[in-house]
């Protein structure tokens, strides 16, 4: 099993910048792609970015292409969101999560998740 934990996020002002990182430990050699979900209150948790462990294959929802940015540290077990230009829309908690697939962007995929952090963005 793969424990997942994510930190960084906060309260800023539209066209900030940010950056979550999602720490991995367990049975990460069991896991091929991590990726970050979102979800804003009454509204379905929705893909931002993946990323695979060993291809370093990266990709992202149309929604946040130019201006967010995946990469991880294999050595430290930890994957980043690199998140810049942010607008209030973004707004939601933010989820790290662990798939035995590589390059899917669907929940149902995601065996393991983090608690979340929450990234809050005025206008």
């Known amino acids: 099993q793969v424990q997942l934990v994510e930190s960084g996020g906060g309260l800023v002002q539209a066209g900030d910048s940010l950056r979550l990182s999602c720490a991995a430990s367990?049975?990460?050699?069991?896991?091929?792609?991590m990726g970050w979900f979102r979800q804003a209150p009454g509204k379905e948790r929705e893909f931002v970015a993946g990323i695979t462990w060993y291809g370093g294959r990266i990709y992202y929802a149309d929604s946040v292409k130019g201006r967010f940015s995946i990469s991880r540290d294999n050595a430290k077990n930890t994957v980043y969101l690199q998140m810049n230009s942010l607008k209030p829309e973004d707004t939601a908690k933010y989820y790290c999560?662990?798939?035995?697939?590589?390059?899917?962007?669907?929940?149902?995929?995601?065996?393991?998740w983090g608690q979340g952090t929450q990234v809050t963005v005025s206008s």
């Open positions: 367990g049975r990460t050699f069991s896991t091929y792609t």
């Open positions: 999560a662990a798939s035995l697939m590589q390059t899917t962007r669907n929940a149902a995929d995601f065996r393991s």
